[in-house]
């Protein structure tokens, strides 16, 4: 078979360890052969392709980002774009695709598979947050990267007394806040999943400083208060309709500041979670999850993707991944709170 790789969505600390398996395994167990297309869906609408082989994978697991590049170009939402797709694997005689990538890329896969397309996904995302797989890779490297920034906030924030504020991403789940905030012990964890009081936020700060320590707020990106008890800011779309999120982190410190007489003072991680060398536990996942893709791939399981469930790796329906996103739920959130204030 004549097999075509693509990444899409946000880059993820682990996707060339995929790509790795899925050649390395492909090539040496099956015989196969590929093709990487170019930055995610435009790859294939444009026929961009480069050669990925054995040599090609070389070196590669532990580089962050990926040697294929990403975007966020949705073909469906361009004129002719699924029949562009088609016209590419024909040209190119392409028999399959896996596609790497989180809800927007595998829901574009799962849209594909029904229009007949040989397609087998594999869940990525630091946000943790795509459905039907307990874990995907990048989040552990994410939420390492959180935990150290907060381990060093900490000592700086007790020296100056203030009151310090990290933002993390996580647009509509707050899992890398969640298991940042609990790793790094952050005095309040703010979440997509739950509105907050922003007065409620304040009183365990000034608890915090009852107790002498300096309060650290861990909050996601797409945290949002209880609605009308604060004013925040919203930008432009993307192609999959997502809103550019504009600085909680600094809405919080004017409020916080403004509601406490106390000094807050926000850090934004921003890509930094993003970037650089995958975790060994996110090298592993991303490693077992190429292998089975291939292996699904090879047996024509078109349509599935990727899974862990517990420590096993095993196929899912693509619809049952992108079906919902995974959220934090009230339970998992209650834990957390026992150590706020
Ligand atoms: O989906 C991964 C992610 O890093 C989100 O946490 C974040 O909201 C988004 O991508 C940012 O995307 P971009 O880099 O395109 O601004």
Same mark, same amino acid.
Request: charged share 25%.
């Given at each position: 078979?004549?097999?075509?790789?693509?990444?899409?969505?946000?880059?993820?600390?682990?996707?060339?360890?995929?790509?790795?398996?899925? /050649?390395?395994?492909? /090539?040496?167990?099956?015989?196969?052969?590929?093709?990487?297309?170019?930055?995610?869906?435009?790859?294939?609408?444009?026929?961009?392709?480069?050669?990925?082989?054995?040599?090609?994978?070389?070196?590669?697991?532990?580089?962050? =980002?990926?040697?294929?590049?990403?975007?966020?170009?949705?073909?469906?939402?361009?004129? =002719?774009?699924?029949?562009?797709?088609?016209?590419?694997?024909?040209?190119?005689?392409?028999?399959?695709?896996?596609?790497?990538?989180?809800?927007?890329?595998?829901?574009?896969?799962?849209? &594909?598979? !029904?229009?007949?397309?040989?397609?087998?996904?594999?869940?990525?995302?630091?946000?943790?947050?795509?459905?039907?797989?307990?874990?995907?890779?990048?989040?552990?490297?994410?939420?390492?990267?959180?935990?150290?920034?907060?381990?060093?906030?900490?000592?700086?924030?007790?020296?100056?007394?203030?009151?310090?504020?990290?933002?993390?991403?996580?647009?509509?789940?707050?899992?890398?806040?969640?298991?940042?905030?609990?790793?790094?012990?952050?005095?309040?964890?703010?979440?997509?999943?739950?509105?907050?009081?922003? !007065? !409620?936020?304040?009183?365990?700060?000034?608890?915090?400083?009852?107790?002498?320590?300096?309060?650290?707020?861990?909050?996601?990106?797409?945290?949002?208060?209880?609605?009308?008890?604060?004013?925040?800011?919203?930008?432009?779309?993307?192609?999959?309709?997502?809103?550019?999120?504009?600085?909680? =982190?600094?809405?919080?410190?004017?409020?916080?500041?403004?509601?406490?007489?106390?000094?807050?003072?926000?850090?934004? &991680?921003?890509?930094? !979670?993003? =970037?650089?060398?995958?975790?060994?536990?996110?090298?592993?996942?991303?490693?077992?999850?190429?292998?089975?893709?291939?292996?699904?791939?090879?047996?024509?399981?078109?349509?599935?993707?990727?899974?862990?469930?517990?420590?096993?790796?095993? &196929?899912?329906?693509?619809?049952?991944?992108?079906?919902?996103?995974?959220?934090?739920?009230?339970?998992?959130?209650?834990?957390?709170?026992?150590?706020?204030?």
């Amino acid at each position: 078979m004549r097999i075509g790789v693509l990444t899409g969505g946000g880059d993820c600390p682990g996707l060339n360890a995929v790509i790795r398996a899925v /050649v390395r395994k492909g /090539v040496e167990t099956y015989g196969h052969e590929f093709v990487g297309f170019r930055d995610g869906w435009r790859g294939p609408l444009d026929n961009d392709t480069c050669p990925l082989g054995v040599p090609e994978v070389r070196g590669i697991l532990p580089r962050g =980002g990926t040697i294929l590049g990403s975007s966020r170009t949705n073909p469906f939402k361009v004129e =002719g774009g699924v029949e562009r797709i088609k016209a590419t694997l024909a040209n190119d005689g392409i028999d399959a695709l896996i596609a790497i990538g989180g809800e927007d890329t595998l829901g574009v896969a799962n849209r &594909l598979h !029904q229009e007949g397309v040989h397609v087998v996904g594999v869940p990525k995302t630091i946000d943790n947050d795509l459905n039907a797989t307990d874990y995907t890779f990048g989040f552990d490297t994410a939420v390492n990267i959180a935990m150290e920034a907060i381990d060093r906030l900490h000592t700086t924030a007790e020296s100056h007394h203030r009151v310090l504020i990290v933002e993390v991403m996580g647009r509509h789940a707050g899992w890398i806040a969640l298991h940042a905030g609990l790793a790094g012990g952050a005095n309040v964890i703010l979440i997509p999943e739950r509105p907050f009081d922003i !007065q !409620q936020v304040c009183d365990y700060i000034e608890h915090r400083y009852r107790t002498h320590y300096a309060p650290i707020v861990v909050v996601a990106e797409g945290a949002v208060p209880v609605e009308g008890t604060m004013a925040v800011k919203e930008g432009a779309e993307d192609a999959f309709g997502h809103v550019r999120l504009m600085g909680i =982190g600094q809405r919080l410190e004017e409020e916080i500041t403004k509601r406490t007489g106390k000094e807050a003072r926000a850090t934004v &991680l921003g890509h930094i !979670q993003r =970037g650089g060398t995958p975790t060994a536990y996110d090298r592993v996942l991303a490693t077992r999850f190429g292998l089975h893709a291939i292996d699904a791939a090879h047996n024509g399981d078109w349509g599935t993707m990727t899974a862990l469930h517990g420590t096993r790796i095993e &196929l899912v329906p693509l619809a049952e991944a992108t079906r919902e996103l995974k959220l934090v739920t009230p339970d998992l959130y209650a834990e957390a709170e026992v150590f706020f204030g």
